[in-house]
């Protein structure tokens, strides 16, 4: 059960964590996490405000494409409209309010299963029945609230911020640190949603952090990791990375030998990129793979997870053969990361819980712990 921790606790807490320089940090306070406070905090002033990636846009191609999710509390659909464009909208009726689409699908027209309200799919009102009667009613007057929506290097970007800068803008950094992987063209393979029991921070300092990856990952990729080759310099402003070098013989996970713009160790360079919030990228010159997290209070996240090949490997006789393998210990990687993170959020309800000092190899997280204190304490 989570402590009864007032946010204003638990923010202050987390202030006092972060004044401590790296090199003498400890990981963040347990009421970081278990403060149910402090989650409803967060929904105002990181949810409610940043960028959250909700897919590939790919996944979102055609006329009429949609997908529904709950933001901040808000329910909202993400379609590409007839004329081409992806736009995020209200998923609610302005007739008597009730929510209309539900998961994903394609439709020509929106329609509420109430009564039967119908919605362009730019969200101006189509058709209303019996309506004629009401002097006051004027169609022209109905249209769906819109929010911020951008594609960025393949991603479908949402913010309910009608101020957020462009993501473009935002994370421009990122754009330039990878711009000769090319991600934008990557196509999604897979995508599927899930729900985890434990906080949301504890996946994202898990993906964050790679110190975990011999142990937790001992059945499948542990073996493969060498904590003296990982590289984890200081965070940007709004995002932190580290990178490991893949061996050459794992042939999808290193440029293809007619990708002639990755030179040198970035040939076989795997990138571990972080964009706060909730952004979890995983990126290879042939392959990608990702998690954008939604938390359902303080004890449960909502993940979405998937992943695609760069072009640069279509066609190739053996590429779904391998992929599929590697598609396979993806979800092998996901139940260790499933059991690491439960155990600890279990363990952080203990009243003996107390935060450890942090190793050189988990300088992200000691990055996000100071964006998350200066977005919460703002």
Not at 134 to 150: G, I, K, Q, W
Not at 262 to 273: F, S
Not at 299 to 323: C, I, N, R, Y
Not at 347 to 357: D, E, F, M, V
């Amino acid at each position: 059960m989570s402590q009864v921790i007032d946010a204003q606790t638990a923010v202050a807490e987390l202030v006092a964590n972060v004044s401590t320089a790296f090199e003498k940090a400890r990981a963040m306070p347990k009421s970081v996490y278990t403060s149910e406070a402090l989650a409803e905090l967060e929904t105002k002033k990181i949810f409610a405000r940043e960028w959250i990636c909700v897919g590939r846009s790919s996944s979102l191609e055609n006329p009429g494409d949609y997908l529904t999710l709950h933001l901040a509390g808000e329910p909202i659909i993400v379609i590409r409209d007839q004329n081409g464009t992806l736009r995020a909208m209200s998923n609610v009726c302005l007739h008597r309010m009730s929510t209309m689409l539900e998961g994903r699908g394609n439709k020509r027209v929106i329609t509420c299963p109430y009564h039967g309200w119908s919605y362009n799919t730019d969200g101006c009102l189509r058709g209303a029945p019996a309506m004629k009667q009401n002097v006051d009613f004027s169609a022209s007057d109905y249209r769906l609230p819109h929010y911020r929506c951008e594609e960025w290097l393949g991603w479908v970007m949402v913010s309910l911020n009608k101020d957020a800068r462009p993501v473009a803008e935002e994370f421009g950094d990122v754009e330039a640190m990878i711009a000769d992987y090319d991600l934008g063209s990557y196509r999604e393979a897979f995508s599927e949603d899930f729900v985890w029991n434990t906080n949301w921070k504890i996946l994202a300092e898990n993906f964050m952090e790679s110190y975990h990856l011999p142990v937790c990952h001992a059945g499948t990729i542990g073996g493969l990791s060498k904590l003296d080759e990982m590289i984890c310099p200081p965070g940007e402003k709004n995002f932190n990375y580290h990178t490991i070098l893949k061996d050459p013989s794992f042939t999808i996970g290193v440029a293809h030998p007619k990708n002639t713009r990755l030179v040198g160790e970035r040939r076989r360079m795997t990138y571990l990129l972080a964009l706060y919030p909730t952004l979890l990228i995983t990126l290879t010159p042939g392959y990608f793979w990702y998690l954008s997290l939604q938390p359902l209070g303080a004890s449960k996240v909502q993940v979405h997870f998937g992943g695609g090949m760069s072009p640069d490997f279509l066609g190739d006789a053996d590429t779904e053969k391998h992929f599929n393998q590697l598609k396979t210990l993806l979800d092998e990687v996901n139940v260790e990361d499933k059991g690491c993170t439960e155990r600890v959020y279990r363990g952080l309800c203990s009243s003996a819980a107390k935060p450890g000092h942090l190793s050189h190899l988990e300088r992200p997280n000691y990055d996000f712990a100071v964006w998350l204190a200066d977005r919460l304490s703002a």
